[in-house]
């Protein structure tokens, strides 16, 4: 048994570490098959074939691993995809790491191909496809090589460039044509895996949204660069960063260390109505990203109407009801990685109806002081309001003054026993949550009603719609006005409420995203109609200017870049088939024809007289002719090439070198001779002279 | 094949060259067109042809009152059964030497032709079977041509080989004098081979291997002569046929079992020369020496596969 190509079995294990990276991706492998699978990988690249000698152990630890797998499958702590995709990777990394042969290179491709198809149904990411293209890619050279190895007898080289070379050219092809096939051809949307349900790459859910906020968690959340909401807005502000609240829950109970809500779930419906409806509403169309993590409702303040939601599950996509929740929380009823849905805000701007949609409970919540407030708070408050018992106006000078007496900072001084005065009076630094919470009380004790509002603060312009990430969540304060309804005053230094990460990070992750949607939107969304769509665009006659005049009769005739495209596409088919048949009509440069061109070379620059245009075969018949010794070297040479060119038996690996290093010594040799002969002729010349 | 240029070499001396493009020739399976004056040897070297290759040999001479039935053969009647039955003529033997073909009438010519080309006769409606193998050296004179019917083109064609012997060195010729005298060489040349061996050997050539790039070659001269200035009609696809053929037994002398370019190049002017058709109205040996040099001039242009 002939040993097998190293490279070929480089290809075929590196095509397997792309079919598992196809279901990696998705990051809803457990962490060990992670581990397990990317070892084997490791190994088996440096030629380590662990399990070569050890199959039947390993066999039975695969065994193993299958009931361990079929278990947690039962007890439902794993999913059944979840569950098949770390089994076929396990079966693949012990092929990879077995004796490689026939049996072993088909088994790798096979569970190459289930990983790719549980992939499939793990995640519909961009790196997913990229993952397929490169599994595709390396399988098939890998197989091809194969092939080629097979027919090769033994103790001959594979022709492993000639095999390449073409094969690669082929698979561009293929490729492209996929591409091409892709955007062209009718498809329609099969909705069998939910692409949308995977969380993406590193994906936790970092927003953290619980049944209470407490006071001294840690805050590096402000520095999470993760994406968790995109929205698109009806009407357009139009601007690049959005200056607007996005609202999550209130909360109207604290007891020194944590908010919370006095009144729990009440109805389920599709659709739920916060406040009544004005006549000049902000309409948001919203994904929740699996970022986000949570199941609360986010939108604009202030929300008039949130529903309509879809949850996006592995299993398919379907309508979620809402709850509504104490604190004006709508939540989701369907657990899902991710969620889309509609809102309705009224502008910042707008008469709210007096408290809606609050009941007593609550309502009375709003003057609550925890048990053990330390006095010096409403002292604070007192001597800082100097009288002034106008709501509005006693929030904003109590936040004027947080604002400019007080540090932001993300650090937190362990757990502190009454955490507001140890911002209040110790530290005087503190960040979003820490100065909401200082508002809202110092406005209680002063018998101004207000409660903690948290969401998000901010939004970025991407592709005509607003992305907020883990980083813009922030904390508020909510004033009750009377007459008014709640009104939100932000306490927090203005340049502390966005997102605290790092601008190159969030560059980068914005780029990130700007693919990922112009993936999403041009290659998991593309449909038929977007198909149709674009053929439209392009027929469709050029809207009239609105100023122009309507003289000119409308043509029926499809606009001038309907053509201009046409020429443009039937050039470049032109220009592709030209440049196709120019390559494939190019005489193919044999190992034959370049073993004569370096022969040619030795022999001119050895200055061998030669006519014009005497091909190497005549040149030899010329010198035999003549007794020539250089005939010598160059018959058996022109004989081999002859045989190689025409003769329908190439040359063997190493042989041209043989040759030419051959005729080299003839011709250095004539060269020592051709120098001793002028001496010998001068010699008597010279004499007779 | 060595052996059998020793064996002509013999009775024709002086001659290697010529001796192996007859040799090549045969072995094709093609017919050959000697051209030359008067007593250069022409008869001599096909004659030993036939007795170095063990054929049955015939010899007609061809001349302006000449019948196809005087080389075809004829029904006779036979009193006794009061029946005809066909009597071969010379035309019935395996190498058959057709001296001065040019002076019989052109339906002589193409009674031979018939046979050159099937293998077969036609005669009052019924065909009969020439021998096997069946070769034709035909003879004819440049230089006198009263009384003569020039060969039709189409005739031309069917002849594999065209050659000149010319006049033997004067060494070689002084050398005849001296040993051979009067007596001919004829008797010392032995059998080498026999007709099956010859079969075989023809057969053997129609292996010998033609790569793509030495078709294409081939092809692209042909193309070359039909597109030249000068030339009237260039190399038709019999002649194509008949140089693939003859640079294969070529490759074969230089003992290989595929055909290089420089096969294709040295059975091109014996091939191809009488084959084109020259604008300009020379006769006789200028307009053999010219065509000729056009087939040259044209191999040069032509780049040979590398």
């Not at chain 1, 790719?116 to 890619?137: H, P």
């Not at chain 2, 007795?51 to 005087?70: E, K, N, V, W």
């Amino acid at each position: 048994m002939k040993r097998p190509l190293r490279l070929r079995l480089a290809l075929r294990d590196l095509a397997a570490g792309f079919a598992f990276g196809a279901m990696a991706m998705s990051g809803q492998l457990p962490v060990w098959v992670l581990v397990l699978f990317l070892g084997a990988l490791v190994l088996a690249l440096f030629d380590v074939r662990l399990v070569a000698r050890f199959h039947r152990l390993s066999a039975l630890g695969l065994l193993v691993v299958a009931v361990l797998l079929g278990l947690q499958l039962t007890s439902g702590a794993m999913n059944a995809v979840v569950a098949a995709c770390s089994f076929a990777s396990l079966i693949a990394a012990q092929r990879m790491l077995s004796t490689p042969n026939a049996a072993a290179e088909g088994q790798t491709h096979l569970t190459g191909l289930l990983m790719v198809a549980g992939g499939a149904a793990l995640s519909g990411d961009m790196t997913y496809a990229l993952c397929l293209i490169a599994f595709g890619v390396l399988a098939s050279l890998s197989l091809a090589l194969g092939v080629v190895e097979a027919a090769v007898p033994d103790g001959e080289p594979v022709p492993v460039r000639a095999v390449l070379r073409p094969l690669s050219t082929g698979l561009m092809f293929a490729v492209a044509g996929a591409v091409a096939f892709f955007v062209l051809f009718p498809r329609l949307n099969w909705a069998m895996v939910g692409p949308r349900s995977a969380p993406g790459l590193g994906a936790v859910s970092s927003a953290g949204y619980s049944n209470t906020v407490r006071l001294g968690g840690a805050g590096t959340i402000k520095g999470n660069p993760r994406v968790v909401l995109r929205a698109t807005l009806t009407p357009d502000p139009g601007r690049e960063a959005l200056d607007a609240y996005w609202v999550g829950r209130t909360y109207d109970t604290f007891d020194g260390m944590e908010w919370t809500n006095v009144v729990g779930a009440q109805q389920t419906e599709r659709q739920i109505t916060l406040r009544p409806a004005s006549d000049t509403l902000l309409h948001q169309r919203i994904e929740l990203l699996p970022a986000y993590g949570a199941r609360t409702l986010i939108a604009l303040e202030m929300p008039s109407r949130l529903g309509n939601a879809m949850a996006h599950t592995p299993t398919g996509t379907r309508s979620s009801p809402v709850q509504l929740q104490g604190g004006g929380e709508v939540r989701f009823t369907v657990s899902a990685p991710s969620y889309t849905y509609e809102a309705y805000s009224l502008p910042p701007d707008a008469k709210a109806g007096l408290s809606p949609g609050l009941v007593q409970a609550e309502r009375d919540q709003l003057l609550a002081l925890p048990e053990h407030l330390d006095p010096r708070v409403a002292q604070l408050a007192a001597q800082v309001l100097q009288g002034e018992k106008e709501p509005l106006a006693a929030a904003r000078k109590l936040a004027a003054f947080l604002q400019r007496d007080y540090g932001y900072t993300l650090e937190q001084a362990g757990t502190p026993e009454d955490p507001l005065a140890e911002f209040l009076f110790v530290r005087k630094a503190g960040h979003c949550e820490h100065f909401a919470t200082a508002l809202t009380l110092m406005l209680r004790t002063q018998g101004i009603g207000a409660r903690l509002a948290t969401g998000f603060y901010g939004g970025t312009r991407m592709d005509g719609g607003y992305l907020v990430r883990a980083g813009d969540a922030h904390a508020w304060t909510h004033v009750l006005v009377p007459g008014r309804g709640f009104i939100t005053v932000d306490a927090t230094p203005p340049s502390n409420r966005p997102s605290q990460g790092s601008a190159l990070l969030e560059n980068l992750l914005a780029f990130y995203e700007a693919v990922e949607a112009r993936w999403r939107n041009s290659v998991v969304d593309y449909s038929f109609r977007d198909q149709f769509e674009l053929a439209r665009a392009l027929v469709r006659p050029p809207r009239r200017a609105p100023g122009a005049p309507a003289n000119n009769a409308p043509s029926r005739l499809p606009p001038p870049r309907a053509w201009v495209t046409a020429a443009v596409v039937a050039f470049a088919v032109w220009r592709a088939g030209r440049f196709v048949s120019r390559w494939t009509g190019r005489a193919p440069v044999l190992e034959a024809t370049r073993f004569l061109d370096r022969v040619d070379a030795a022999l001119q620059k050895a200055r061998v007289p030669r006519l014009e245009h005497e091909s190497l075969e005549d040149l030899t018949t010329r010198l035999a002719r003549d007794g020539h010794p250089l005939a010598l070297a160059l018959t058996p040479l022109t004989r081999r090439y002859l045989e190689a060119r025409f003769g329908g038996r190439a040359l063997r690996e190493g042989e041209a070198e043989h040759l030419l290093a051959t005729l080299r010594r003839a011709l250095d040799a004539e060269a020592a001779r051709r120098a001793v002969k002028p001496d010998g002729q001068a010699g008597p010349t010279a004499r007779a002279s | 094949m060595e052996r059998l240029a020793a064996q002509l070499g013999r009775a024709v001396q002086g001659k290697p060259e010529e001796v192996r493009r007859v040799v090549t020739c045969v072995v094709a399976g093609g017919h050959l067109l000697l051209e030359d004056m008067p007593g250069v040897g022409k008869t001599t070297l096909a004659e030993a042809l036939a007795r170095a290759c063990a054929l049955s040999f015939s010899r007609i001479q061809f001349t302006a009152d000449l019948l196809p039935a005087d080389i075809l053969g004829a029904q006779v009647f036979h009193a006794q059964t009061a029946t005809f039955s066909f009597r071969p003529g010379p035309l019935f033997r395996q190498l058959v030497l057709a001296d001065e073909l040019n002076r019989a009438p052109p339906r002589t010519q193409s009674a031979l032709l018939e046979g050159m080309a099937q293998g077969q006769v036609s005669l009052d409606g019924q065909t009969h079977a020439l021998p096997s193998p069946f070769t034709v050296v035909a003879t004819q004179n440049p230089v006198d041509f009263s009384g003569t019917y020039p060969l039709p083109d189409s005739q031309l064609d069917r002849f594999l080989v065209r050659l000149s012997l010319g006049h033997p060195a004067p060494d070689v010729e002084a050398r005849l004098l001296t040993t051979r005298g009067a007596a001919s060489p004829l008797p010392s040349v032995e059998a080498v081979t026999g007709p099956e061996e010859l079969a075989s050997l023809r057969d053997f050539v129609q292996d010998v291997r033609l790569d793509a790039a030495v078709a294409d070659y081939v092809v692209r001269l042909a193309r070359a002569t039909r597109e030249h200035g000068d030339l009237e009609r260039g190399a038709s696809t019999r002649a194509v046929l008949a140089l693939g053929s003859a640079a294969r037994a070529q490759a074969l002398w230089e003992g290989r079992d595929f055909v290089t370019p420089g096969d294709v190049r040295a059975m091109l002017v014996p091939c191809w020369a009488h084959r084109v058709l020259l604008r300009s109205a020379v006769q006789g040996v200028s307009a053999r020496d010219e065509a000729a040099h056009l087939v040259e001039e044209i191999a040069r242009k032509v780049a040979a596969p590398r």
